[in-house]
């Protein structure tokens, strides 16, 4: 296991306080009731201040819980709304296509796999729910990354003669990826051709929310032998209707 580090066990502690109590508290109610040394409690009391974490009242000096959890705790729940309508359309439209369907987020150069409905043929993909894979060789964050601004691009592959590869069909470089994102931006849908698995070609099309931002991505992975069994605008019908039903469920209006 990881060492854990004292500093931000010592600040959580504090924060974990007010789980248990509505009440304000004061500096001394913090050293009592969590047995570290007073000057260290006055210095991470400052900090969680300073950061919007706690809010002390000059009057009294005691500290209430601050707007910033209120924001994580805002993030949380919009996740979590993300994750109950990406189980449902993944669902859905796994139903329709006999597919399976995955849907993502964008971190950093990685997409996080939110929800993924496997097919009845159980392909064999490197991906699960809560796994992470470079953005780059997969469908899904190709469909993200197209939405990036150039310095986000540039922050997310520092090394951009050498991008991650997962097969001998990965983007190798951010100026091909460059090139290809374009194309995505122009059609709206993104197309993995062997890049992250032998084998297995996808479609994937970006997932907005009510203000029209990019949130997340949906996409149908599918054996290239059956992908071949329809002309390529069976399966970007089929995942831009997910991609829009998911959006109007986000709040989009197209």
Not at 6 to 22: G, K, N, Q
Not at 85 to 94: K, P, Q, S, T
Not at 186 to 202: D, K, L, M, Q
Not at 235 to 240: A, I, T
Request: net charge negative.
């Amino acid at each position: 296991m990881p060492r854990l580090t004292p500093a931000v066990l010592r600040t959580l502690d504090i924060l974990e306080l007010f789980l248990d109590d509505s009440a304000p508290l004061s500096a001394p109610d913090v050293v009592r009731r969590t047995g570290l040394p007073r000057t260290s409690v006055h210095e991470l009391l400052a900090t969680l201040v300073a950061r919007e974490y706690l809010q002390k009242d000059e009057v009294t000096g005691t500290f209430r819980l601050g707007v910033r959890l209120l924001q994580l705790g805002n993030a949380y729940s919009a996740r979590f709304d993300m994750l109950s309508a990406a189980n449902d359309v993944a669902r859905d439209l796994a139903a329709r296509s006999g597919e399976t369907v995955s849907v993502a987020l964008l971190e950093g150069g990685d997409v996080f796999y939110l929800a993924k409905i496997e097919s009845h043929d159980n392909l064999r993909l490197p991906s699960s729910i809560g796994q992470r894979l470079p953005a780059n060789v997969t469908g899904l964050g190709k469909a993200l990354l197209a939405y990036a601004s150039p310095q986000s691009l540039a922050a997310r592959f520092t090394d951009p003669g050498n991008l991650p590869r997962m097969t001998e069909h990965s983007i190798g470089t951010l100026a091909e990826l460059e090139t290809e994102l374009a194309g995505i931006r122009e059609r709206g849908v993104a197309f993995e051709n062997e890049e992250s698995t032998p084998h297995i070609r996808c479609a994937a099309a970006p997932v907005r929310d009510g203000s029209g931002a990019v949130v997340a991505a949906i996409s149908i992975s599918v054996s290239t032998a059956r992908w071949e069994q329809h002309p390529e605008e069976h399966w970007v019908d089929l995942v831009r209707d997910g991609a829009a039903h998911f959006s109007a469920l986000l709040g989009f209006a197209a």
